[in-house]
Each structure stands twice: as structure tokens, then as C-alpha cells.
């Protein structure tokens, strides 16, 4: 990760004995980032799952578990607690009898220790799919006020130590104009959390009506909506992601624009673009992607690649813990 996102968030954290859920407590990434927080001391790590299990895991894959604390769902003084206030949350969408059940799902228990305070963020996805990782949190954690649609962004960091944001890479695989502009919102103050200072470019095929189509007038109004809903914030569109990141181009292309050439937040048109673009600067582009960070949540919630590395879950539970201590 780069040194300047990962030691700011550090320091954000440092001295405040943050605690993250790990639900997915027998994936050998996993214990090998929470035994290694466990011993650091810095957030402190609780991993769920059956003790027997995790057990197992980690002597299959020569892991000293230490004291890590562990917690299994079925055995925990908290579940009938949670069976309660799970039912309350939810409000006549789902029974006590879905709440047993849906509680042995590590992903709700995770979120349940959040909701209630027993754990300061989670972070879970290195087995299980985003849907199935997120929906928990979207549920019953819920998002801010005046946040309509939670969304996720990846932090890309190139080798001279260069960073962007792009957005929505996660969560919503349609946004309509005033969603996308809310997205373009909570993406700079995203990017303001972690020292980039924002400029942000929403994407299209299209720089400034260059070419004609609904979805190009979408990302347009999404652009003037985002500028009323921000007026101090550096944001343009529609614009395409030469014209957005090339001085040269923009000169051509929209040279009245605060933004383009030198923008460094990208909100993408939809999720297929967002995802495969990221994926992109990742693979060919060699840039480390940071995230899935989840945006819009009331608590921190977030989700990773199953692509992952141990390093990588490290990371994140220290940017978790980060978005814990900013709230
Ligand atoms: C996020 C996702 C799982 C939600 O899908 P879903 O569970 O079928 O959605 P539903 O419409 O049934 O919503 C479930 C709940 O989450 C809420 N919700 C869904 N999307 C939301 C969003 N973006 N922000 C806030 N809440 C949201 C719904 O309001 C609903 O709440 P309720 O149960 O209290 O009514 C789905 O949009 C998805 O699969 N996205 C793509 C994920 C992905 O594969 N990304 C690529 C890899 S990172
Ligand atoms: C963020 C993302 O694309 O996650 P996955 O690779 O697990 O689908």
C-alpha cells in the first residue's frame, strides 16, 4: 500500500484500541492478518467462526493462534441478544426464526457486534461474493443521512506513489443521475480522508456533448446536479477518462474545465465500467488497488477482493479502523 494512505490512517488509529470483526475466520489470509494485528497491538482483531475449525485451519497452515480472540456465533453469550434487536431492525421483514438462522452467518453476526458497538468495523469478503459480504450491512447497519446508496470506491496507487480514486467499482450496478452525483459526492470526501485533494471527473464515452445518447445526458445531469449539491468542490463531467487525466487532450477537448486533465476521482457510468476499469489499471497498468472501501455505511463495513492477499486484508482492517476513528 502506499506509505502516505496506509501511515495516515495508522495515525488515525494509533492509541485508540479500535476493534475489527473478521468473519471468515478459517481463510488462511485472514488469521494470517489477524494474528499479525493480534500481536502488533495497534487495532485489536476478533475473529468468528468455530473454534475447532479455525483451529484446524491454522495448523494446517503452521499459524500460532496465540490469544487471538475468537468468537463462534452458536456458542456466544450475545446471540439471543441479537436474535431481539435483529428482529426489531428489521422491522416485519424477517422473523425471529429468520434471525436464528441468519445469524449463524458470520457476515451477520459481524455486523450485528457492529451495529451494537462490539466491534468498531468489519472486514469480511476474501471467501464469500460482494453480495453476499455487503447485503448484511446494507440491511441492518444501514446508510448515513442524506445518503441514498451505499457505494465502494478502490483507492489506486501507481509506482511514483501516484493515487486516484474510482468509483462506484462495487455496489451499484445502475445509478440514476441524482444517485450518481451523491456517489460523485461521498467519493471526494472519500478522497479527502485519506489526504488526496479531490478532483473529481464523471466518465462517459462523451467530453461535453461530443456525442449524443440517454446515457450520456445522464452523466451530464448527474455533473450539474453534483455541482449544486457541492458548490466548493472541483467536479466536472461529462467527460471521457483521456480528456479527465490528459492536459494535452483537455486543452482540446474541454478547455473551459476546472477539472479535466487533472482530475484524480473517476466516477464511472455503472458498475461494469467501474469494475472492469479498475480491474484494468490493476492488472495491465500494475497499479495497487486498494479496497473495495465501502462509502455511505453508518459504520465501517468492508468488503474485499476475493483476489486478495494477507497483506491486503492487513491494509484494510487498519483503513477500516480508520473510518471508525473519522466518525
Ligand atoms: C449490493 C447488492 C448485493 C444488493 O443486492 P440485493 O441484496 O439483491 O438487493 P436488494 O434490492 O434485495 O436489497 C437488499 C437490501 O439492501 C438495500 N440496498 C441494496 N443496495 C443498496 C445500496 N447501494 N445502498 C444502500 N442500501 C442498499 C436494500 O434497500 C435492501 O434493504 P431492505 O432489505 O432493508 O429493504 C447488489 O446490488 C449487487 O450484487 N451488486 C453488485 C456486487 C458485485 O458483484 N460487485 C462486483 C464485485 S466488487
Ligand atoms: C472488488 C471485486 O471485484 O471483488 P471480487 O474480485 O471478489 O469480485
Redesign the pocket.
Same mark, same amino acid.
Given at each position: 500500500m502506499s506509505s502516505t494512505i496506509l501511515e495516515q490512517a495508522r495515525k488515525a488509529v494509533e492509541g485508540k484500541e479500535l476493534s475489527i470483526v473478521f468473519p471468515e475466520g478459517t481463510d488462511k489470509r485472514i488469521l494470517e492478518a489477524a494474528i499479525r494485528h493480534n500481536e502488533e497491538g495497534l487495532i485489536k482483531p476478533i475473529v468468528l467462526g468455530n473454534k475447532d475449525e479455525i483451529q484446524k485451519a491454522a495448523d494446517e497452515n503452521g499459524l500460532n493462534l496465540g490469544d487471538l480472540e475468537i468468537i463462534d456465533p452458536a456458542n456466544d453469550s450475545h446471540f439471543d441478544e441479537f436474535v431481539e434487536k435483529f428482529v426489531e431492525l428489521r422491522k416485519g421483514k424477517n422473523t425471529k426464526e429468520d434471525a436464528e438462522k441468519m445469524l449463524q452467518n458470520t457476515n451477520y453476526y459481524g455486523v450485528m457486534m457492529v451495529k451494537t458497538g462490539l466491534a468498531n468495523g468489519m472486514v469480511s $469478503?476474501a471467501v464469500g461474493?460482494?453480495g453476499d459480504t455487503i447485503r448484511p450491512a446494507l440491511q441492518l447497519i444501514k446508510t448515513k443521512p442524506g445518503v441514498s446508496r451505499v457505494s $465502494?470506491v478502490?483507492i489506486m496507487v501507481g509506482d511514483n506513489g501516484e493515487q486516484y480514486v474510482f468509483s462506484d467499482?462495487?455496489v451499484n450496478i445502475t445509478l440514476e443521475a441524482q444517485e450518481m452525483a451523491e456517489v460523485a459526492v461521498e467519493s471526494a470526501n472519500t478522497a479527502k480522508l485519506f489526504g488526496i485533494d479531490p478532483k473529481v471527473a464523471l466518465l462517459s464515452f462523451s467530453t461535453k456533448g461530443s456525442a449524443k445518447h440517454e446515457l450520456v445526458d445522464k452523466v451530464a445531469e448527474a455533473a450539474k446536479i453534483s455541482k449544486e449539491l457541492a458548490p466548493d468542490l472541483a467536479i466536472d463531467g461529462e467527460l471521457q477518462f483521456d480528456a479527465a487525466i490528459d492536459p494535452t487532450t483537455a486543452s482540446k477537448k474541454a478547455p473551459d474545465s476546472n477539472v479535466a486533465g487533472q482530475a484524480n476521482v473517476f466516477i464511472f457510468p455503472d458498475l461494469q465500467a467501474g469494475?472492469i476499469g479498475?480491474?484494468i489499471a490493476q492488472r495491465l497498468g500494475g497499479f495497487k488497488a486498494i $479496497?473495495?472501501i465501502l462509502q455511505g455505511l453508518n459504520a465501517p463495513v468492508n468488503?474485499?477482493?476475493? $483476489?486478495?492477499s494477507a497483506d491486503d486484508v492487513y491494509e484494510t482492517a487498519i483503513i477500516t479502523a480508520s473510518q471508525a476513528a473519522a466518525e
Open positions: $469478503g461474493t460482494t $465502494g478502490m467499482v462495487a469494475n479498475y480491474k $479496497g473495495p468488503d474485499l477482493s476475493r $483476489g486478495c
